[in-house]
């Protein structure tokens, strides 16, 4: 039995490899060859680049953005053999080096 997982991206807009550089070519190449890997392997179920913020909807007093910053920018749906099966997955994905990797397991709602 596989579990499904919400990998969810987030960064601090100006943290790690910058547009235009030689490091940000280097790690679209290696989520280029990451997400092929995991496609190829069945693991991907969805993944999706978030352009910028959108609107939130919130009738809370609360502020919906984070304070520090950080900023969802894409997410990846996955299919694990546990939790511990996609937090290993998580961990390889480029932006676990400067920003945060989520690991969320789905519900059943089926």
Known sequence: ???TH???HR???G???QPGTPEHDDEMRRWGELDARLRNEGVIAGSFALQSRGEVITESAAS???EDGEVVFAAHAITAADDAAATAIARDMPTAEYGTVEVRP???VG
């Open 11 to 13: 960064y601090v807009p």
């Open 106 to 108: 789905l519900m059943d």
């Open 15 to 17: 943290a790690g490899p």
């Open 64 to 66: 919906p953005w984070r």
């Open 1 to 3: 039995m596989t579990a």
């Open 6 to 8: 919400l990998l969810i």
